[in-house]
């Protein structure tokens, strides 16, 4: 049974890489032109600055931002170890590529296909004063650790009275749609660990943001978990430092300035969210685009301070609508900037069923729904 589950995820890394590889290639003969983090087919993003030093700089995609970003740990902090399922040969999506040969079998090693095992492995480590960097293989794959996250590591230190925790925990994980992968290799589940006190929840939007975002994730003295949006590994590409460098957790970041909508997303969603501002500014409607990036604990300021500028809110993710982390948003918006608000709070989400093969166009929050929601709200 497991040499069928390894031959399947090979699979899945294969396709992915062949489909990724036929879309970049043909936007190249479109375009003439690399891509980049700027023109990403139907996921294009514009490049934010990024808050960090000076220096040299090489244009790599997601996937190998989170390789240096890994390789910048174990370098710098002899007490960090990475450990998962396939990690010690560079994972199924080639993420911890090199790390086994370059720091040692004892500090990058496989586990067995046992998700609360891994993390519970992990809790303890980290205990010990290790920096545990766990890596869940798909996001959809949590639902074991689930228990030993929220009852154990998320209550550590509260449940101890500060004198023990397990801050150096950090628990990666690849989410969300990559455009073949079915129920159980496409879901969204960040809003299930935003609903526990004593966890940070980070999704990162492209190259740069991954590897400052997640050095900081397994430098913060908390434990947090780091959703990977594994539709842009290898199609998000763009300049990113090759030094050290941290971006700071719960601070969102205003990536397009607008004065008639504010839009609110994370992850991969911030492409499509994009593309639908450059269409709405066709029609004359001045769209200002948040990437959240912490979502627990999130950036309420930032967010409220747009809000009550733009008295327009719409808030998009992959997850199913119900319970999504966009009604969180839409209540504390509601609850703070409701004198202010010229519409109702609009969400554009996946839809509650489970994620559809198929039908994933169908299930997806696509630009056009994002567009014509853009025009309700602004139109009301």
């Known amino acids: ?127 010990m004063g290790n920096r545990a960097i766990a890596e869940i293989q798909f996001a959809d794959y949590i639902y074991p650790a689930f228990d030993q996250i929220v009852n154990e590591a998320a209550k550590f230190r509260y449940r101890s009275g500060n004198q023990f925790n397990c801050g150096g925990l950090t628990i990666r994980a690849p989410y969300g749609a990559v455009g073949h992968g ?16 004593g966890i940070k929840v980070v999704i990162p939007r492209s190259p740069r943001q991954a590897k400052g975002l997640l050095l900081s994730c397994i430098r913060d003295p908390n434990p947090v978990v780091f959703f990977e949006p594994k539709w842009l590994y290898r199609l998000a590409v763009e300049e990113v430092p090759e030094h050290d460098y941290m971006l700071p957790l719960s601070e969102a970041e205003v990536i397009r300035q607008g004065s008639d909508i504010t839009l609110v997303g994370w992850g991969a969603q911030l492409s499509i969210m994009e593309q639908a501002c450059i269409e709405a500014e066709k029609d004359g409607i001045s769209c200002e685009l948040i990437d959240l990036k912490t979502l627990i604990p999130w950036d309420k300021e930032t967010v409220e301070a747009s809000v009550r500028k733009t008295g327009r809110v719409l808030i998009s993710h992959e997850a199913p609508v119900t319970g999504g982390f966009g009604a969180e948003i839409s209540a504390s918006i509601v609850e703070c900037c409701f004198l202010r608000l010229e519409a109702p709070v609009a969400r554009v989400c996946g839809l509650d069923t489970p994620f559809p093969l198929v039908f994933e166009p169908f299930y997806m929050p696509t630009k056009n729904k994002i567009l014509d929601a853009i025009k309700a709200t602004v139109n009301y």
């Open 182 to 197: 079915g129920h159980y290799h496409s879901q969204s589940p960040e809003a299930f660990f935003c609903h526990v006190p």
């Open 1 to 127: 049974m497991f040499r069928v589950k390894y031959v399947f995820l090979q699979f899945v890394c294969l396709l992915q890489e062949k489909k990724e590889r036929e879309r970049e290639m043909a936007l190249r003969n479109i375009m003439g032109k690399r891509v980049g983090i700027g023109l990403m087919g139907s996921r294009a993003l514009s490049t934010a600055t990024c808050d960090v030093e000076s220096g040299s700089a090489k244009s790599i995609n997601l996937y190998s931002a989170i390789n240096q970003a890994l390789h910048v740990a174990l370098e710098t902090d002899p007490r960090a170890f990475v450990f998962g399922e396939d990690v010690s040969f560079g994972g199924v999506f080639r993420c911890t590529t090199g790390l086994a040969d370059r720091f040692g079998k004892a500090r990058v090693f496989n586990t067995p296909l046992c998700e609360q095992g891994i993390v519970g492995f992990g809790i303890g480590l980290a205990a």
